[in-house]
């Protein structure tokens, strides 16, 4: 198994993938393109504290309206783009899209679904989770080889800054046909 998420924007990828082993199972985390973009833009920012806004980023010229989809905090969520790649070297049935929301809200279901894509007995069922409110995240009742729970770390779950809901859903406008 390896997870590797810049794998999936990696134009290489697919052929070298396809070349090591052709029945490769191939499981693609995605979630709301808009909230991804979000997501990457606060994870840069917690370490480059002095970028410029996301707003002033997303745009190539803020009037025309025109979005520059040369940032890859943007360009990661054209899903379908990157996805056609792939799709010269491996069919769709070998392809699992796991929903990111899904893994938060519903852990246990987005985790049977990925046990029988591959094919395994489906051993990880809700009992094995529980919400934690804190962290707004789902945490195992017991670590692998502990008896302690475990949540996901600190860097998981940051505060994302409120974003100007013009240019929102201008994102949204813009990632519509692609997704
Ligand atoms: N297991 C699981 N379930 C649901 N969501 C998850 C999971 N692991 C990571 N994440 C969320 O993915 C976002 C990026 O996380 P990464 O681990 O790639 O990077 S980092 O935390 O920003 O370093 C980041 O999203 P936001 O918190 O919304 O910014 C993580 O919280």
């Known amino acids: 198994m390896e997870k590797t998420?810049?794998?999936f924007v990696t134009k290489e990828a697919p052929a070298r993938i396809?070349?090591?082993?052709?029945?490769?199972?191939?499981?693609?985390?995605?979630?709301?393109p808009v909230t991804r973009a979000i997501s990457d833009y606060t994870q840069t920012l917690s370490k480059k504290p002095d970028i410029p806004t996301f707003e002033?980023?997303?745009?190539?010229?803020?009037?025309?309206?025109?979005?520059?989809?040369s940032w890859?905090?943007?360009?990661?969520g054209?899903?379908?783009?990157?996805?056609?790649?792939?799709?010269?070297?491996?069919?769709?049935?070998?392809?699992?899209?796991?929903?990111?929301?899904?893994?938060?809200?519903?852990p246990?279901?987005?985790l049977g679904r990925v046990q029988d894509f591959l094919g395994l007995k489906r051993i990880i069922t809700d009992k094995h989770f529980y919400f934690n409110k804190t962290k707004g995240f789902p945490c195992l009742k017991k670590a692998e080889g502990s008896s302690k729970p475990h949540c996901l770390g600190k860097?998981?779950?940051?505060?994302?800054?409120?974003?100007?809901?013009?240019?929102?859903?201008?994102?949204?406008?813009?990632?519509?046909p692609f997704n």
């Open 72 to 76: 890859s905090a943007i360009q990661i």
């Open 18 to 32: 396809s070349s090591m082993s052709k029945g490769t199972k191939l499981i693609v985390v995605v979630r709301d």
């Open 78 to 106: 054209i899903y379908a783009k990157h996805l056609e790649n792939w799709l010269l070297y491996f069919p769709i049935g070998q392809i699992l899209f796991v929903s990111g929301e899904r893994l938060i809200s519903d």
């Open 155 to 176: 860097t998981k779950g940051r505060t994302h800054p409120d974003i100007d809901q013009e240019v929102v859903q201008r994102l949204r406008d813009f990632y519509r």
């Open 108 to 110: 246990a279901g987005e």
């Open 5 to 7: 998420p810049s794998y």
């Open 56 to 69: 002033s980023l997303t745009f190539k010229n803020r009037t025309t309206g025109l979005i520059d989809t």
